[in-house]
């Protein structure tokens, strides 16, 4: 099953960009990334998933290294309401329905 | 407005009772999805349902049984030989027809405390 790696914590600034990496050295093909949040007491909620081209929508945006093995999450000004744990996780187009969700990286937005 | 909905919010059971936790969608989404979460940790798989009347083990499915007689009902048993069940549960669905790659919608969890 596909894993992904992310940095247990970060902090940011307010109003300042935010870029939360996630490594997946063993993604196949047809693995999509797929990027969740989750703040505290509430479920996960989804956030931008993609394949190879970097995706952007009114929340983040999500740049995807050439080889696939590791992505971005942008968030482009930090509020204080980003302040979640984000997961990124692989889905694959066919196969299997058991997702691997890690820890997550806890995100601190400093006012 | 569509959604999953997990009732109740809190739990307290005594130890040695069964309980079962509802989660119910409105998406009509074909694929639903049961998840444990403890402290500080990620979520972990305890069952999926691809379609009604069909469900699969997650890795962690042992002292949990589910039901799905209805595409919008997949009900979470956690029965007396689950030996830790206090946990935050978390259900989910998806829409997989376009391919397994469709978002998961979360509902808003219920909290089990179990004495």
């Known amino acids: 099953d596909a894993k992904t790696t992310q940095p247990n914590s970060m902090e940011s600034n307010e109003e300042e960009p935010v870029h939360l990496p996630c490594n997946h050295s063993t993604i196949s093909g047809t693995d999509y990334i797929h990027w969740y949040r989750q703040l505290p007491s509430q479920g996960p909620e989804y956030v931008i998933h993609?394949?190879?081209s970097n995706v952007n929508n009114r929340m983040a945006s999500l740049a995807i290294a050439e080889d696939r093995k590791s992505s971005t999450l942008i968030l482009h000004r930090a509020t204080l309401r980003d302040a979640a744990v984000y997961y990124c996780?692989?889905?694959?187009?066919?196969?299997?329905?058991?997702?691997?969700f890690g820890t997550g990286t806890r995100l601190k937005v400093l006012a | 407005d569509g959604g999953i909905t997990q009732s109740p919010k809190y739990l307290f059971r005594k130890e040695g009772q069964n309980v079962t936790l509802s989660c119910e969608q409105n998406l009509n989404h074909d694929a639903m999805y049961w998840y444990r979460q403890d402290p500080g940790q990620g979520l972990r798989l305890i069952y999926y349902?691809?379609?009604?009347?069909?469900?699969q083990k997650g890795d962690i499915a042992e002292g949990y049984s589910v039901s799905r007689e209805k595409k919008e009902s997949f009900p979470l048993t956690v029965t007396s030989a689950q030996k830790n069940p206090t946990a935050f549960y978390l259900c989910?669905?998806?829409?997989?027809?376009?391919?397994?790659?469709?978002?998961?919608?979360f509902g808003n969890g219920t909290r089990l405390t179990v004495t």
């Open positions: 349902s691809q379609i009604v009347n069909d469900f």
């Open positions: 996780i692989l889905m694959p187009y066919s196969g299997t329905y058991k997702y691997i």
């Open positions: 993609g394949l190879t």
């Open positions: 989910a669905s998806s829409k997989p027809g376009t391919g397994l790659n469709s978002p998961l919608h």
